[in-house]
């Protein structure tokens, strides 16, 4: 029997306008595969440590023994249960939380928009839609967002050399994303070999 298929919106939390993928993703994909999906397509680098979220539930990976304040923790261990995408989405309107980052707090809402019949002339993962760049890593949640926003549209700000600095003289354009993009670099993840930081 072929596998469903499941349309997937995953949207950043608390900035406006919106900020937003719609993908299309097998309904048997592991976690550790679909957290992958989500740094490659909202535009992130897995560069921090992640979480996904349902009914007060955290579901995390495993880190190395020294991090001491992480293995107190009480979290599922995802990874070792090889639990799949549809172990917490299971009917059409279901929602999980997933937040990367926990520092800035990049929270992301998931909805399971539809389910669909597996069409073998699709590549999955695909990305169909999507609105706005992603923030860039390490820039103060979404409150340090919209301040970084502002200081880069105003050479006077007494903060815009340091940006600029920062970002390494890259231009940075909030509304752009490329799908073509995306998807190009969805069809190169090897999604069997999950490390936490890729």
């Known amino acids: 029997m072929p596998k469903q298929i499941y349309q997937i919106q995953i949207a950043l939390v608390g900035f406006k306008p919106k900020i937003w993928r719609r993908i299309l993703v097998p309904s ?16 992130w680098y897995n560069c921090h440590l992640h979480h996904f979220i349902k009914n007060k539930t955290f579901y995390s990976i495993k880190v190395p023994e020294d991090d001491f304040f992480w293995n107190d923790s009480e979290d599922i261990d995802y990874k070792a249960k090889k639990l799949k995408i549809a172990d917490l989405l299971k009917t059409i309107k279901d929602k999980i939380k997933y937040e990367y980052d926990f520092g800035d ?3 992301h809402d998931i909805i399971l928009e539809n389910i669909l019949p597996f069409d073998d002339k699709v590549k999955y993962p695909v990305c169909i839609k999507g609105k706005m760049n992603c923030p860039p890593e390490d820039c103060g ?21 340091e940006i600029m600095e920062w970002m390494g003289d890259e231009a940075f354009d909030p509304e752009f994303f490329n799908i073509d993009e995306v998807n190009e670099l969805l069809q190169e993840k090897d999604y069997g070999s999950f490390e936490l930081f890729d």
Not at 29 to 43: A, E, Y
Not at 141 to 161: Q, S
């Open 141 to 161: 949640g979404v409150w340090g967002y919209y301040d970084f926003l502002e200081i880069i549209k105003n050479p006077k700000h007494p903060d815009y050399k």
């Open 105 to 107: 707090s990049w929270e």
């Open 28 to 43: 048997d994909l592991l976690l550790s595969d679909f957290h992958l999906i989500i740094q490659t397509t909202m535009g």
